[in-house]
């Protein structure tokens, strides 16, 4: 199966049944499309680069942590065709890394999200659902 376009949200499975979500930008891995994708979370989300691991030249690998709203997600980018991607700890951080894919216009895929959604819906009638 062809992966989804992108950008695209899912939430992803871990050991111990631990669930956290991950935000697949673009397979573009290079650090001018990071940048600006991390300025993008800097500046519409409060967010505070906290960490930076990694090289800058498009072929390295870089890491940054970024906290938004006192969540402390990992903001990574790779080379095609890994391009560049935001990841949540765990379950505490679906809500806002799936407000971020509202605001980037990305696809929300995946049986586990739908899941979440369905779940989210019975808990919290009274707001509205993302995606």
């Known amino acids: 199966m062809p992966a989804p376009p992108l950008p ?3 939430i992803l499975g871990r050991r111990r049944l631990r669930w956290y979500p991950c935000l697949e930008f673009t397979i573009d891995g290079r650090r ?5 994708i991390a300025n993008r979370l800097v500046d519409e989300f409060a967010g505070q680069v906290v960490e930076r691991y ?11 942590w970024i906290d ?11 080379e095609e ?17 799936a407000r971020i894919a509202q605001r980037f216009e990305a696809r929300f895929v995946g049986w586990r999200w ?7 819906r019975i808990s919290r009638p009274q707001e509205v659902s993302v995606g």
């Open 8 to 10: 695209f949200f899912v």
């Open 81 to 97: 065709p890994i391009g560049i991607g935001l990841l949540g700890d765990g379950p505490t951080d679906i809500e806002l890394v």
């Open 32 to 36: 001018e499309t990071f940048l600006k």
């Open 54 to 64: 990694g090289g800058h030249g498009d072929a390295d690998k870089e890491y940054w």
């Open 68 to 78: 938004i709203e006192s969540k402390h997600l990992l903001l990574m980018r790779k």
């Open 114 to 120: 739908r899941i979440w959604r369905l779940v989210r």
